[in-house]
């Protein structure tokens, strides 16, 4: 691919004029680490971590290297105060294709919730829903979708448009943490339990910790997955 994700969002954020903070205490080697593969080459893995006023964790990674290609995976997180969503994705080419999976995920199921934050995702999976011939099978993760994300391999034909439609959502999700106003108590509380229910279910089934731990080593691995939420 052409583009890198986890610089189209940087330069998103900065032209929304959304002041970033370093999150403290995280030590450097989790940040960017590089390591021989098995089958030849080096692999170096890229994470970049940042918080605002909205958004508790901002967390965009880019793992590969300049000759075989990159792969992007991202989370965005809100603030504890409001009822964002979590905007998500993981894009990288693959064997010629494109694997995408970028969706903006609920963290409360209430019909006002859903009416505010997943319906107007519908027109976006509309206009683009000719891209998923070729969908990814339901999994563990199906529990968290919203209905209206982009889960598939497409073709590499469709390049533009899968950086087209990650913009799409990104604009989307940026118009909704502008609008976003502090929650009640009450909404927090059922959001921090869903977000503990969450962070367990990623950290005992995400099947990218076993590829992470064959190249970088359990206790890297670990300290790493530990960042990420």
């Known amino acids: 691919m052409d583009y890198d994700c986890t610089e189209l969002v940087k330069s998103m954020l900065g032209k929304r004029g959304i002041k970033l903070e370093?999150?403290?205490?995280?030590?450097?080697?989790?940040?960017?680490?590089?390591?021989?593969?098995?089958?030849?080459?080096?692999?170096?893995?890229?994470?970049?971590?940042?918080?605002?006023?909205?958004?508790r964790k901002i967390c965009l990674g880019k793992g590969g290297n300049d000759i075989e290609g990159y792969g992007y995976a991202g989370t965005i997180f809100s603030d504890e105060k409001y009822d964002l969503p979590i905007f998500a994705y993981d894009i990288r080419e693959m064997r010629g294709?494109?694997?995408?999976?970028?969706?903006?995920?609920?963290?409360l199921q209430t019909p006002e919730y859903k009416k505010k934050y997943i319906e107007p995702l519908k027109p976006l999976?509309?206009?683009?829903?000719?891209?998923?011939?070729?969908?990814?099978?339901?999994?563990?993760?199906?529990?968290?979708?919203?209905?209206?994300?982009?889960?598939?391999?497409?073709?590499?034909?469709?390049?533009?448009?899968?950086?087209e439609v990650f913009l799409k959502h990104l604009d989307l999700y940026l118009d909704f943490a502008e609008k976003a106003e502090p929650v009640s108590v009450e909404t927090r509380d059922a959001i921090k339990?869903?977000?503990?229910?969450?962070?367990?279910?990623?950290?005992?089934?995400?099947?990218?910790?076993?590829?992470t731990v064959k190249l970088f080593g359990k206790d890297w691995a670990e300290r790493h997955l530990s960042i990420l939420f």
């Open 97 to 107: 294709r494109i694997l995408i999976v970028l969706d903006i995920k609920p963290v």
């Open 193 to 211: 339990k869903f977000m503990e229910h969450y962070t367990e279910v990623y950290k005992e089934k995400d099947p990218g910790a076993v590829h």
């Open 125 to 163: 999976f509309d206009s683009y829903n000719d891209m998923t011939a070729t969908p990814l099978k339901s999994t563990w993760t199906a529990e968290f979708r919203s209905g209206y994300g982009i889960h598939c391999i497409t073709e590499m034909k469709n390049e533009g448009r899968v950086k």
């Open 22 to 55: 370093d999150i403290k205490g995280i030590d450097p080697d989790l940040l960017e680490k590089t390591v021989p593969q098995p089958e030849g080459g080096n692999y170096t893995s890229y994470t970049y971590l940042k918080k605002s006023e909205k958004f």
